[in-house]
């Protein structure tokens, strides 16, 4: 089954410091999509970043890029000049690669990290 | 812009009793989810449809039961409420499987 693994429970940073969320995956198709999601303490989940499997590039958005290392299935979410509105829930999620073909909803979320901005 | 709009946003239920969280969308996507996040826990997909008419489980089933009879609407009914079942709720919806899931805001239910 596929699976997400966030190793860190929480995580704290430095404001205007860079950090880096891990994130690993397992799945043994080919054809995939990795999804990082913030959820702040208000609790609604709000879209960072994507990147295909096939992507080339590692997916940048404004302040946050994600290291895809595909040999070795991970796919960290990095955070740049952090600020104290980036505290939250991050959680890694993949798209269920059985039913790519097909088109489907079923996202796998790992159990997320915690982190915490410290001014 | 509305997205993703789930009702109601807080719920508290007997054990025993019924009831069904709305979820509309206005973004005409084919594909829409309900998951359920307990603490410590990711969020785990309960059921899910691919477009009208189309369900399918997930990964938690049990005790619910959904249908799809518009593309704006996702309905999620609780047959008979457990105190297991007490958790937040969220509905989500996408454009196709490869672009990103807009969330609603989530309904926190507890069942006493």
């Known amino acids: 089954a596929q699976k997400i693994t966030q190793t860190q429970p929480g995580m704290f940073v430095q404001e205007k410091e860079a950090v880096t969320l891990d994130c690993t995956y397992d799945t043994s198709d080919q054809s995939y999509g990795l999804f990082w999601y913030k959820q702040p303490s208000s609790g609604e989940m709000i879209f960072l970043i994507y990147?295909?499997?096939?992507?080339?590039q590692n997916a940048t958005e404004g302040r946050y890029s994600l290291n895809f290392q595909k040999a070795r299935k991970s796919a960290n979410l990095v955070i740049s000049a952090s600020q104290l509105g980036d505290s939250a829930m991050y959680f890694c999620a993949m798209r269920d690669p059985r039913v790519a073909q097909g088109g489907s909803e079923k996202l796998v979320f790992g159990k997320g990290t915690k982190l915490t901005v410290n001014p | 812009n509305a997205g993703v709009t789930q009702t109601p946003k807080f719920q508290v239920l007997k054990t025993g009793q019924s009831m069904t969280l709305q979820c509309a969308q206005d973004m005409n996507h084919e594909y829409m989810s309900w998951y359920r996040q307990d603490p410590g826990m990711g969020l785990r997909l309960i059921h899910y449809s691919v477009g009208a008419g189309i369900t399918d489980q997930g990964e938690v089933p049990n005790g619910y039961n959904v249908s799809r009879s518009t593309t704006e609407d996702f309905p999620l009914r609780l047959l008979s409420a457990a105190p297991s079942q007490t958790s937040v709720y969220f509905c989500a919806s996408s454009y196709a499987h490869h672009t990103e899931a807009f969330f609603g805001q989530g309904t926190r239910l507890t069942v006493v």
């Open positions: 990147q295909g499997s096939y992507d080339e």
